[in-house]
């Protein structure tokens, strides 16, 4: 997903979730999903070997891990793990 999208999703969005930040909903949604049976979770995630240099690249993980683990999110759900795991962990603004 490109860049723009998930700036247009989040627009999108915004207005759907009252008052809890996006990070806080992403790490909900993190949460859930299990992920940290590997990653660890909260503010300890584990990227494993580093692969991430960007926010696509980072994107493409969580699709790709969220498929792998049949997360069914929708791209909106990854958007804000996506948010959550870069603000508690890469710190990419691109
Ligand atoms: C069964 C174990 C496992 C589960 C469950 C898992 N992952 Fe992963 N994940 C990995 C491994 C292993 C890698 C590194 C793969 C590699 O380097 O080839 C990885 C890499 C990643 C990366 C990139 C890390 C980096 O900085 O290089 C992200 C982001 C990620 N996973 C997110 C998720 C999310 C979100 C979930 C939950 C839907 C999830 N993972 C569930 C095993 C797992």
Redesign the pocket.
């Known amino acids: 997903m490109t860049l723009s999208k998930q700036l247009l999703v989040l627009l999108i969005s915004l207005p759907l979730f009252g008052n809890i930040s996006q990070e806080q909903q992403g790490k909900k949604i993190?949460l859930k999903?299990?992920?940290q049976?590997?990653?660890y979770q909260d503010t300890n995630f584990d990227?494993?070997?580093?692969?991430?240099k960007n926010l696509s690249?980072?994107d493409n993980?969580?699709v790709?891990?969220?498929l792998?683990?049949d997360?069914n999110?929708k791209s909106k759900d990854e958007t804000l793990?996506l948010k959550y795991?870069n603000n508690i962990y890469?710190q990419l603004d691109k």
């Open positions: 993190y999903a299990d992920c049976s590997c990653h990227s494993k070997n580093n692969k991430v690249d980072l993980w969580i790709g891990c969220g792998k683990f997360t999110w793990v795991l890469y």
